[in-house]
């Protein structure tokens, strides 16, 4: 099998090439058949990827242990769940994995885009296959999956048991569907500034490429907060790691794009700024990779390192070279069609949102470059933490936040006073009234308060939108509530949807505060005494330990350790933590002991015990034990976020024609006559 | 010597009932499996000065950690619980804080802080995010309040705009619907 995917992986790369230099030359324009060609490239690449692909799983699911790739991640007695996702467990794996969906996505992207932009898609074909073409000749160079070793091992070393966990599973590809997505994008924008074909319709044929991207970014990101939260047992779920933070840009910047799209969409206007943005966030995906592949940046996620880092350099450096020259080529074709006109417009807002959005993301990548930058300048390594980056970002996280309520509130190109007191007077009610409450609960903490105070704010905002929304067509149609808010949810999916992404973050940000409360305890306890755990809401929790049970499972001893618990004297149950020693098939260690937290979750607080070790090798144990308040609403702001992203870029809703779309693209148009008629009486704005 | 031995036996047995069951009732079947062995939990380990100088510095196992949560987390690190020990011995020592983080600094290096200290070329680090976002939004500010004073635009009707322009109240309402439908 690794015969074939190696001859896969040729074919592939051979493939690539010759689409993108077809591609890219331009002779399909005067020849349809090779513009045919240059799109049925795209496709043997991703045949070809698939290939490769089904040639490493089988050697997985075979347990081929001359495949040193095998070997290296998984062993015979792991659980067939993890043998499988052991394809994305290192980097050979991984770089087969990107060329794999991004082939996939490639093709895709040919055959669900319309007509209407056939004259992009060789271009489209040729960047897809290009950045294919690196990552299989990445792999072919240093990283080849199918590497075979000079003799072939009894058995495997088997997977990191911290990748042994459900979160693994889903949590890569999410975050690689993130980032690999983003190249269709960034495709279709190379094509544009190629093709000189730069009005809308390319933002149009990635809609929801990008939302795709960025919701995919998202779940990833939230289901790597979750793993970090439940495997690794520091008790948090955010620490600001290299890893962590190059998920973090390119979601910053594409969700900024999300939001300056609608400018450019509705006004002409921004549109160097969006290319940029896109141009950027690709670049951004690759750098993620490459800090973490190359060992540049130390980083406890990074579970494979080695010289791929470099050859991912020279990509980064090239590509951005390559993308910013033809951006500046195109600079005159790409003048706005209209200008901002006033500080209190959405526009405006929009556009201070953007400078927020990237501003977090330069500190994210400042403050994580810092430490080279530093021993460069002075000679000096210092560590850039969580301290450094709660210091910087929390104030820019507050400020965004801020904005998120604001940026509805105002209409686009200019809003009156009377408007804006009339738009403001109940979201501002609503933070006062929160702060009011936080004042007489006691709540002191600065940077806490003012993020519940912000989020209560843009509650207000959401809901006092979809409140007058539901109330128009309760006037109008005489509908009920709830079906005037279906409806209205309904006819415009992407204001809505985006509303409701907005709930998600402020869940996010309230959950956040949360943890500015956090208690944690360490004790030691025999079997039968109990500590006890003031939690931040008051309750006294007790935990007595119930013993240490040891026995085996399929790859692993087991240590359980049992802790029943009671808040304020009623019983809650029994938690229990584990220590894991795992084991290849001859009963030899593999990894050092593993711990498996306990976790009790509820609406308010977590209860987060570790079992830390045993002394002396007795059930007389150490347990970390930490009180996490508002945890839960993470996991929730992650459903709400993932659902509204869903609802915005579900099919169907209001459509409009793309020629109409261009003509109120200033404004919009209202029909005054009641509902049945189609003569427009009043054209608002523009 | 029968008699001797059946008498050290019986002491044993008796010494097994009385002692053995104390010695091993908890002992773990597999006595590694849980990993390194634990010290017991002091007054140190849960001392709140201790655990804020602790998370002000950097484990030096190589993880990215605060020694606080290394020593917590990572329960294979070897360095998090001796650092925790040269940390307690300080305080103990009279030390304040400021004077443990300035030892280890001595000792290890700036890159024992978790965050460098705010001065001389550090400061570029805490200042230049802030300073760029700052300095771009005043542009961006500015240059709106002047086109806010040279272009005067009618106020759009966006949602929520205020009632009264000219239009009967039916008409204001069936224009807050159509653009509660239409405005993004």
Partial sequence: MTLLGQFALWAGLLAALWTALVGFSGRWRDRPELAAAVIRGSFAVCAAMIVAALALWKGLLTHDFNIEYVWAYTSRNLPDAYVITAFWAGQKGSLLFWALVLSLFGALAQLVTGKRHERLMPYVAAVTCIVAAFFIGTMLLSANPFDRLPVTPPDGRGLNPQLQNPGMVIHPPMLYLGYISITIPFAFAIAALLSKKLDTGWLHAIRKWTLLSWLFLAIGITLGMWWAYVELGWGGYWAWDPVENASLLPWLTMTAFLHSVMIQEKRGMLKRWNLSLIVVTFLLSIFGTFITRSGVIASVHSFTQSNVGFLFLVFLLSTGAAAFSLLYLRWPALKPDAQLESLASREAAFLFNNLVLVGIAFSVLWGTLFPILSEWVRGVKVTVGPPFFNRVNIPLGLLLLLLTGIGPLIAWRKTSPANLRRQFLWPAGFGLAAAAGLAVAGMRDRYALAALILAAFVLGTVTQEFWRGARARVRMYGEAVPLAVTRLVNRNRRRYGGYLVHVGILVYFVAFAGMAFKVTQEVTLAPGETAEIRSPYGHTYSFTHLGVSQYEALNRIVSAANLEVRRDGGRLGTIKSEKRQHVDSFGEKTFEPSTEVGIRSDLREDIYVVYAGSIGGTERANFAISINPLVWWVWFGGVVLTFGGLLTMWPGGRTMAPRRRRDVQAGFEANLAGPDSDAPLAEVVR | ?184
């Fill in chain 2, 1 to 184: 010597m029968s008699d001797t031995i059946g008498r050290r036996g019986f002491l044993a047995v008796l010494g097994g009932a009385v002692l053995l069951p104390q010695q091993d009732a908890d002992r773990l079947r597999w006595p590694s499996a849980p990993g390194r062995a634990r010290d017991t939990v002091t007054g140190a380990h849960n001392s709140e000065v201790i655990k804020s100088i602790e998370r002000k510095l950097k484990c030096t196992c190589g993880c990215n950690l605060d020694i606080f949560t290394c020593r917590t987390t990572d329960f294979t690190c070897t360095y998090s619980p001796e650092l925790h020990k040269e940390v307690v011995a300080l305080h103990d020592a009279g030390r304040t804080p400021e004077e443990i983080l300035d030892a280890f600094v001595a000792k290890y290096g700036e890159q024992a802080l978790m965050a460098p200290p705010p001065s001389g070329f550090n400061l570029a680090g805490y200042l230049v995010p802030s300073i760029v976002v700052l300095t771009a939004g005043t542009i961006l500010a500015l240059v709106l309040l002047r086109r806010d004073r040279v272009t005067p635009v009618p106020p759009a009707a966006g949602p929520g705009a205020e009632e009264g322009d000219g239009i009967s109240s039916e008409e204001q309402e069936r224009l807050d619907r159509a653009l509660a439908e239409v405005a993004d």
